[in-house]
Antibody, heavy 120, light 110 residues
């Protein structure tokens, strides 16, 4: 059974960089069948796709966040990560990592989510 | 990219059928058969209910069905049950090779 687990600070100061890691077990980030994604959900609001990365390192990002986002993959640790720069209170959200299965164009496995609050 | 448009809320009585719409453009919903639907209960991660417009993953009840016409996709829940009360989100692949979600629909079982 594939499992994803987010980790990182729950509190980030405004203007700083939000950094999260997603650890994958029961499956490999090196598999060519999947794209490894980050999605966020502000409190009481809807889902927003942030971006994804392929095992080769190829990425694609939400145009509205592209200038501030970097997603990296570490195949040796079976992890991928998210960095969001210059955060503001509007970046406060539950951040989910998820596996996107290309053959079914859907997110089939999700982490439990981690709440990140941007506040001084 | 703009979020796909969903009704904020839909309600129905137990046993009834309800339909949730998801409207996009020819650059996303209308351009591909790559629409998926997710169910989210409070405090939980979303769960995929439909992929590629109308396909159900193993383990998902056949009371859930999906369809698409033009730039609008739909999720129908038949035989509504109390456990179906949740938020539902659609998602689509886009011409820019990005992904976009709908704003979400709260389903209430009366």
């Amino acid at each position: 059974q594939v499992q994803l687990q987010e980790s990182g600070p729950g509190l980030v100061k405004p203007s700083e960089t939000l950094s999260l890691t997603c650890s994958v077990s029961g499956g490999s980030v090196s598999s060519g069948s999947y794209y490894w994604s980050w999605i966020r959900q502000p409190p009481g609001k809807g889902l927003e796709w942030i971006g994804y990365i392929y095992y080769s390192g190829s990425t694609n990002y939400n145009p509205s966040l592209k200038s501030r986002v970097t997603i990296l993959v570490d195949t040796s640790k079976n992890q991928f990560s998210l960095k969001l720069r210059s955060v503001t209170a509007a970046d406060t959200a539950v951040y989910y990592c998820a596996r996107y299965i290309a053959a079914r164009t859907s997110f089939d496995y999700w982490g439990q989510g981690i709440l990140v609050t941007v506040s001084s | 990219q703009s979020a796909l448009t969903q009704p904020a809320s839909v309600s129905g009585s137990p046993g009834q059928s309800i339909t949730i719409s998801c409207t996009g453009t020819s650059s996303d919903v209308g351009g591909y058969n790559y629409v998926s639907w997710y169910q989210q209960h409070p405090g939980k991660a979303p769960k995929v209910m439909i992929y590629d417009v109308s396909n159900r993953p193993s383990g998902v009840s056949n009371r859930f069905s999906g369809s698409k016409s033009g730039n609008t996709a739909s999720l129908t829940i038949s035989g509504l049950q109390a456990e179906d009360e949740a938020d539902y989100y659609c998602s689509s692949y886009t011409t820019s090779s990005t992904l976009v979600f709908g704003g979400g629909t709260k389903v209430t079982v009366l």
